[in-house]
């Protein structure tokens, strides 16, 4: 099977893992995302490439919203060092991006990039121009418009994490407190019906090879395994993961005691699966020293 080199890229933005160990898992998967990322996962080569250049995995996250039209909008901008990333010229940056993406129906980054915007022709001569002020690279990494149905509940956490829960009831205390959940313990999915069942297959294997590699017994090895891929299915389920107010209730009792539904949850973390070089304080403060010389 012929992989191009658009979906080798995809899924090294997925995984972090070498160019080359992405096109093995495509062909093994047969052009599978979902599977590639098993394989991945199961021969440990999801790593970081360090050669990548100049990475940013700094920056911040915002949420906007717009009541009258039903819009939130959550958005992640990046840059190299922390310092960057609270300069106002950044700051400014990030607003007038976020300013645009809720007033204008923008559907992905290169057609913002291609948006004209005060100031400026297009978002991305904006862009240059920030870089250049501030001697980073500068990069739009993400956003969502969403248009939410209920009661909507958002939470930032020191501009770091965003994280926003549209709930079918009107409890608005309910929607935030979820939002914090969502934003504390990053699931992926609002609960088990939702996970594809070749993730959940593929995990099953996984935990099976490690099982047999440890010598385990064939008469337990499928209670080991069906309890741990109940365990890790409740991690990464949102109705599965126990309440961060209160350890007694998972949020699916939660939910039930409210007779309450979760609509759709969104969570974005600064950097989140992005390689991040190890600098300590001295090293970041030279970077900023040089860039303004």
Wanted: proline residues 1%; aromatic residues 6%.
């Amino acid at each position: 099977m012929k992989i191009s080199a658009i979906d080798v890229k995809k899924l090294r933005a997925l995984t972090n893992a070498g160019m080359m160990d992405c096109k093995k898992a495509l062909v093994e998967s047969q052009g599978d995302f979902q599977k590639a990322k098993l394989v991945l996962k199961k021969k440990g080569q999801s790593k970081a490439d360090s050669k990548s250049g100049r990475i940013a995995a700094q920056g911040i996250v915002s949420i906007e919203i717009e009541e009258s039209k039903h819009l939130a909008l959550v958005l992640e901008i990046n840059c190299e060092t922390d310092f960057a990333a609270k300069d106002d010229q950044f700051v400014e940056f990030s607003n007038q991006i976020s300013n645009l993406l809720v007033n204008e129906k923008i559907e992905n980054i290169d057609q913002l990039l291609d948006c004209s915007i005060s100031g400026f022709e297009r978002v991305e001569d904006f862009r240059k121009s920030v870089v250049a002020k501030l001697g980073e690279n500068i990069t739009i990494r993400r956003f969502a418009r969403i248009f939410y149905q209920g009661t909507f509940g958002s939470y930032i956490h020191g501009n770091k994490i965003a994280a926003l829960v549209d709930l079918d009831i009107d409890d608005k205390d309910l929607a935030k407190n979820l939002a914090m959940q969502v934003a504390a313990s990053k699931p992926q999915y609002i609960d088990q019906t939702d996970i594809p069942k070749e993730i959940i297959d593929g995990e099953s294997r996984i935990l099976r090879s490690h099982a047999e590699q440890e010598g385990k017994p064939k008469e337990i090895i499928e209670k080991i395994v069906t309890g741990k891929l109940n365990k890790y299915l409740n991690e990464i389920t949102l109705l599965g993961q126990e309440y961060i107010k209160d350890s007694d209730l998972n949020v699916s009792q939660l939910l039930r005691k409210s007779n309450a539904t979760v609509n759709l949850f969104v969570r974005y973390e600064v950097g989140e699966g992005i390689e991040q070089k190890d600098k300590n304080f001295a090293d970041e403060v030279k970077e900023q020293v040089e860039a303004s010389q």
